[in-house]
């Protein structure tokens, strides 16, 4: 059987990377997205007083217990004055607990199965390699902290292959580079 153009797509492997090269796709070096995903932990530390959150508690317990004692001996001479350093003490608490505190900055994978919450090009990309290779599945990774999402990532998946199709953060396009 002589080679023509009708069986040369029958000679390229089924894989991902085969794929990728059917459907035009660049994907970016895994190394790109690990030099991302530091740099934005180290961005979005978790706040002072979550890093600090044992000696905070310790130095409130400590002031809770100087302030009640100061309120007992108070109590005792002024009952008026006791009870308005109590009243103090209660709303410094209620104070303290309505701190905003900032965890730390999570990364988190999930398989994702729509692709409406991918950026626009990347959602066209992921649906021409879908075309080209059915048995592919994406993972959509994201930056979690405090209920927030920062910079998602896109990986597309297909055997023991993974491949990063994609960076952004909100409408803006960080990887591929978009010029």
């Keep these: 059987m002589a080679f023509d153009g009708r069986t040369a797509a029958l000679a390229i492997p089924n894989t991902l990377e085969a794929a990728l090269t059917q459907s035009g796709i660049e994907p970016i070096d895994s190394r790109v997205l690990d030099a991302h995903k530091a740099e934005e932990l180290r961005r979005h530390p978790a706040g002072w007083f979550y890093r600090h959150r044992v000696a905070v508690q310790i130095a409130i317990l400590v002031l809770l217990i100087a302030v009640l004692v100061g309120v007992l001996a108070l109590a005792s001479e002024h009952p008026v004055v006791g009870f308005a350093a109590a009243v103090t003490l209660l709303g410094a608490l209620i104070a303290q607990s309505a701190l905003p505190v900032r965890g730390p900055a999570l990364w988190q994978e999930r398989t ?43 990986i597309a998946e297909y055997g023991g292959d993974r491949a990063v199709l994609g960076i952004w953060d909100g409408d803006m396009l960080i990887a591929p580079d978009p010029r």
């Design 112 to 154: 994702i199965h729509d692709l409406g919450t991918v950026h626009p090009l990347l959602r066209d990309s992921a649906r021409r390699l879908r075309r080209h290779l059915p048995g592919v599945s994406f993972t959509l990774g994201e930056l979690i902290q405090d209920r927030i999402t920062l910079d998602p990532y896109l």
